[in-house]
């Protein structure tokens, strides 16, 4: 029987990371009302050898198709919880996807190269994290020049950030926005590295 009593119980109902105990809502195919992978994939602009980082893959919901757009190109998973890179990499081996890597944040500095990135995303994350500084820090590092750094909030999320919240973060680490897809209820906003 599943204990969700505590910090899980408190995390569920409320803000911060979402606990890996209920990954596997995070897989029901209701998502793709907000947001469906097909969607992603078009408003991401992927070629096949795009070098891609997804932030908070979780279970790896979107990873699968990802993964699958870009056969030349690699697909780096990223989580602060092992059990859900676990669940991802589980699901992605069973579909025989090879062109992906799993990697444990810490919450702070990526320990990842420089200009590597041809995409970074974040679906529904970036609300959740302390040191969102930082990581805006880091993505502008790791993305190459022209690359884009995909950041969307879906509604029902109670981390969620407003469009004017995600902008003056991000164009204070030297992005530029580029496209907005959706209204403040579901949005994905871009931003390109010049």
Same mark, same amino acid.
């Given at each position: 029987?599943?204990?969700?009593?505590?910090?899980?119980?408190?995390?569920?109902?409320?803000?911060?990371?979402?606990?890996?105990?209920?990954?596997?809502?995070?897989?029901?195919?209701?998502?793709?009302?907000?947001?469906?992978?097909?969607?992603?994939?078009?408003?991401?602009?992927?070629?096949? =050898? =795009?070098?891609?980082?997804?932030?908070?893959?979780?279970?790896?919901?979107?990873?699968?198709?990802?993964?699958?757009?870009?056969?030349?190109?690699?697909?780096?998973?990223?989580?602060?919880?092992?059990?859900?890179?676990?669940?991802?990499?589980?699901r992605?081996?069973?579909?025989?996807?090879? =062109?992906?890597?799993?990697?444990?944040?810490?919450?702070?500095?990526?320990?990842?190269?420089?200009?590597?990135?041809?995409?970074?995303?974040?679906?529904?994350?970036?609300?959740?994290?302390?040191?969102?500084?930082?990581?805006?820090?880091?993505?502008?590092?790791?993305?190459?020049?022209?690359?884009?750094?995909?950041?969307?909030?879906?509604?029902?999320?109670?981390?969620?950030?407003?469009?004017?919240?995600?902008?003056?973060?991000?164009e204070?680490?030297?992005?530029?926005?580029?496209?907005?897809?959706?209204?403040?209820?579901?949005?994905?906003?871009?931003f390109?590295?010049?």
């Amino acid at each position: 029987m599943l204990n969700i009593n505590g910090p899980v119980k408190k995390s569920f109902s409320g803000k911060g990371v979402f606990p890996y105990q209920y990954a596997f809502t995070l897989l029901l195919p209701i998502r793709n009302i907000f947001l469906s992978p097909k969607k992603l994939i078009e408003r991401l602009h992927l070629t096949d =050898n =795009n070098f891609v980082l997804e932030v908070g893959s979780g279970p790896g919901y979107f990873s699968t198709k990802i993964a699958e757009e870009i056969p030349y190109g690699k697909l780096v998973l990223a989580d602060i919880q092992t059990e859900m890179l676990d669940i991802a990499k589980k699901r992605l081996h069973k579909r025989n996807i090879s =062109n992906a890597e799993y990697y444990l944040c810490g919450g702070r500095a990526f320990d990842l190269q420089s200009n590597y990135f041809d995409r970074i995303f974040l679906i529904s994350v970036l609300g959740e994290v302390t040191n969102k500084d930082i990581y805006l820090s880091e993505f502008y590092r790791m993305l190459k020049q022209n690359g884009i750094l995909s950041i969307s909030e879906l509604a029902g999320d109670p981390d969620k950030m407003s469009i004017n919240e995600i902008k003056i973060l991000a164009e204070k680490y030297n992005f530029n926005f580029s496209e907005l897809f959706g209204t403040e209820r579901n949005y994905t906003i871009n931003f390109k590295k010049d």
